[in-house]
């Protein structure tokens, strides 16, 4: 019966979102409650039992009391680095190193470093206009230079944290945030440069797009003049949270081989610094300085991009907040503990759990950051009752199978077609493909890796 209530709540869920096309943080908070009755759980807290609507606070709490903080400063510094010019100067510089024969493998490592701190819709608008201008001077197809750069930019944006669901799912996982970063790069770059340069120019053989006139017009004509900040000040940027949640875990590593102790003074302030929110706070704090006034920005100007950015981030909060709803019924109810019961005595790997549940639910929504957050509230339970589970991989599996086979449900889906003036069918060649390919092959790295650690 409790397995039958999850397969149902799954199928509510999508139905929910896809035909009566309810806003998805609305429809999880409905099935949430409705997942909890189903389970018996009381509408209020007893002296035995947690309540629907404690279990959804709960749940939705824990979530965002880390994650909004997270949020909030990455898209901070990624505002810092699109207005200041630093994301072009990044671009302009690896173009200039790889050269115009080899542009498309710039694109991709362009789009890799410029996609950490930012959204995959903002990286893809932020480094379209490069794509339009290149594509102009060499006469290459549009889609073998947009490719890379949009496989770069999915790839961070499924995989690497601290985007956002992927740093909900760490925590949901309980996973170490440096080792996931370290094995999301791991897997990552291969990913990234099968589905983006190599795919890219098979299928650019194939499709010849050019730049669509009227886009062109508006976002082709970058300001060759335009004073851009330093390489290295811009990559030192946003590479400091990265670096400092390494730290904290490179810690870790030597109080296990025994060369530092939990309380010693080293330990603590490397864990302080590299937790998340410090971290990411840092790297803001110096974005401000770094890219803005010490490049003549006045206050007022880092004041109003501080403020204007925040906006767009309240709804992939309120969605990663349901899915942490979601997640702490499932658990309060039992549902959980069944289901981890369940797949242990079945001998089923987690990890291809948790990519076949998100790719599921990715088809059916178009939705990576739904399909993510329900996925990892099924797995966790299952991932705690399996001991030698890699909980790191177990995030990146999620994210990989979030990203698959994206198509006409998806916004991602329309933006890629619009901008590159592709078909349909065009579109299902190049941008489908592509997250299929990244899916997949991210898929199998992972199941190797596994192997090995």
Same mark, same amino acid.
């Given at each position: 019966?409790? $397995? ?6 799954? !199928? ?46 709960? =749940? ?9 903080? @997270?949020?909030?400063?990455?898209? *901070?510094?990624?505002? *810092? *680095? ?27 490592? !362009? ?6 701190? !930012? ?5 893809? @608008?932020?480094? %379209? ?16 230079? =947009? !490719? ?6 999915? %790839? ?7 985007? #956002? ?5 760490? =925590? ?6 440096? *080792? ?9 770059? #291969? ?19 050019? @730049? ?45 081989? /025994? ?8 330990? $603590? ?8 929110? @410090? ?10 300085? &770094?890219? /803005?006034?010490?490049?003549?920005? &006045? ?49 089923? &790997? ?37 001991? =030698?589970?890699? %909980? ?8 990989? /199978? ?52």
């Amino acid at each position: 019966m409790l $397995l039958f209530i999850v397969l149902a709540a799954i !199928v509510v869920l999508l139905l929910l979102i896809t035909i009566v096309k309810l806003n998805p943080f609305v429809a999880l908070i409905i099935t949430a409650i409705g997942t909890g009755l189903a389970a018996g759980m009381p509408l209020v807290a007893t002296e035995d039992q947690t309540g629907i609507i404690d279990s959804i606070k709960t =749940g939705m709490g824990n979530t965002l009391g880390f994650l909004a903080i @997270v949020l909030a400063l990455g898209t *901070m510094l990624g505002k *810092m *680095m699109a207005e200041s010019g630093g994301a072009e100067r990044i671009a302009r510089t690896l173009i200039g190193v790889f050269g115009e024969k080899r542009v498309h493998w710039a694109m991709m490592f !362009v789009a890799f470093i410029v996609g950490i701190p !930012v959204f995959f819709q903002v990286g893809f @608008v932020l480094l %379209v206009p490069l794509i339009f201008t290149i594509a102009k001077q060499t006469g290459l197809s549009l889609v073998k230079i =947009g !490719v890379p750069l949009i496989a770069g930019l999915s %790839v961070v944006h499924g995989l690497v944290p601290p985007h #956002p669901a992927a740093m909900a799912a760490v =925590g949901i996982f309980n996973a170490d945030i440096g *080792m996931t970063i370290l094995y999301s790069v791991i897997v990552g770059l #291969p990913t990234a440069i099968i589905a983006g340069p190599l795919y890219g120019s098979w299928i650019g053989k194939r499709i010849h797009k050019e @730049v669509p006139k009227e886009m062109g017009e508006q976002l082709a004509d970058m300001d060759p003049n335009r004073k851009l900040p330093g390489f290295a000040n811009t990559l030192i940027t946003i590479l400091i949270p990265v670096f400092l949640m390494l730290i904290a875990t490179f810690a870790d590593v030597f109080v296990e081989s /025994g060369s530092l102790a939990k309380d010693d003074t080293l330990f $603590l302030a490397a864990k302080f610094i590299g937790d998340p929110v @410090v971290a990411l706070l840092i790297a803001t704090v110096y974005s401000f300085f &770094s890219l /803005g006034y010490a490049r003549g920005i &006045s206050r007022e100007k880092v004041l109003k991009f501080t403020n204007d950015c925040l906006a767009p981030t309240a709804t992939i909060l309120l969605v990663i907040g349901a899915g942490g709803a979601f997640n702490r019924v499932l658990l309060d109810s039992g549902i959980g503990d069944y289901i981890a019961d369940l797949a242990t005595s079945s001998n089923v &790997s987690p990890i291809l759990l948790g990519w076949g549940i998100a790719a599921m639910i990715r088809i059916a929504t178009g939705s990576a950051t739904v399909s993510m957050m329900t996925a990892a509230g099924i797995v966790a339970p299952i991932a705690a009752a399996m001991p =030698g589970t890699n %909980v790191e991989l177990l995030v990146l599996a999620t994210g990989a /199978g979030s990203l698959i086979l994206s198509h006409v449900n998806d916004s991602g889906f329309w933006l890629i077609k619009e901008y590159f003036g592709m078909t349909v069918k065009e579109t299902l060649l190049t941008w489908t493909a592509l997250e299929t390919i990244i899916s997949v092959v991210a898929l199998v790295l992972i199941m190797a890796l596994n192997m090995v650690v």
